[in-house]
């Protein structure tokens, strides 16, 4: 995430963060979710799209409403839906969405493109060039695309997560910025580019960021480990840094930063061509990944633990939001035909129990996500990870309970 989302998790109080978010309100690390006030809906995904567009109706406090990461990590989700399902309703929110930051040249308007998380929220504009062909949706995407022409990088190439984090390399970021990339390459133009360094920025964080040889990556690393100090959510009152001084390593594997790098992996491998020098690394990175996911999935919920490998920990507990985003992940692989289905769809159809058993029908008929956090920044050491407080209703536990139930829930027919 951007610091200063993690700085207003860190600095408002919880019952003001649910207002702002449009969220219900938070409740402690301990709580369980209550019964479901309603009987369980046909389509997960379906319910829970009607509960989004019911929660965002124009209001500027609702959690849409600005131009950022998770706006367009949601949209992506309706966007699935309107492939699937042909109901228009799905687009015509996507478009109502994203119009207010295009003008009717093509400029954009009331949009800071200055991070890699701010770039994540162009691929709507991509989206919607693709489905209209309207040519200000095309020139609105391409000062998105023009931002990577002189975005920091360090030596190696990777990307910083933003310009005020010098040398840092957070694993959210890789997804936020080639998540742009591959989809401009693929409709728009510029594909040599946009395909190379979406595969090189994959394969940089995967030469710096594993964990021993588990096919895992921790959450960040620096290049000039001194410099890396904790910002936002559990931020010590002196400063903290989060980088090991030797690796330049953040500690831990946070189930939601390597659920970003997993969401990337296999969307970058439907796209990416046969013959691109890099394809089989990125494969080789994706497929051990899944093998690790395999190994470190819950065997009594079918969840993934807030800090993946350490599920012996009586404190750790079942992050929905990174759940998710594994669910998705492997169920793209098998569609793609990357993975084994006799070997992973077990290990899907186990995860999506675990985040329909975190979801409850609420009294309005709207679905509740519990067991997430909200704006969640590199931290220094396990503990920061396991008691950075959870909200009912995280905004990125919502969209990746959507793409999630959304590939699961698809017709079989239409999976590709």
Known sequence: MHKTTCRLAATLALSTISVLLGVAAPQPASAAPPAA???????????????????????????????????????????????????????????????????EKGSLVNARVNSLDNIMAGTMLVSLYEHTKDERYKTAATQVRR?????????????????GLTGEMWIDGVFMGQMFLIRYGKVIGDSEYCYDEAAKQITVYAKRG???NTGLYVHGWAARPELAKVVGGNRPKVDTLWADPKTGLSSEIWSEGLGWYALLLPETLAVLPKNHPR?????????RMAAGLKRTQDPKT?????????GDQPDNWIDSSGSAMFTYCLQKGIDLGLLSKREYAPVVARGYKSIIGLTKVNEAGLLDIYSACDGLCVQANYAAYINFPKVVNAKEAVAGFLWATAIVEKPKSSKR
Do not use: C
Request: zero cysteines.
């Open 37 to 103: 006030a309603a009987a369980a809906p046909k389509s997960w995904a379906i319910a829970m799209a009607e509960t989004v567009m019911q929660r965002n109706q124009g209001n500027p406090k609702e959690v849409l409403t600005r131009w950022s990461y998770w706006k367009a990590y949601t949209l992506y989700g309706f966007e699935m839906l309107y492939k699937t399902t042909g109901d228009k309703r799905y687009f015509d929110f996507i478009k109502r969405q994203m119009d207010p930051f295009v003008d």
């Open 147 to 163: 931002v990577f022409d002189n975005y920091p990088r360090n030596p190696d190439g990777g990307f910083w997560h933003s310009p």
């Open 210 to 212: 594993q964990k021993g």
């Open 279 to 287: 394809r089989a690394e990125v494969l080789d990175i994706y497929t």
């Open 302 to 310: 079918g969840g993934w633990f807030q800090v993946v490998d350490k």
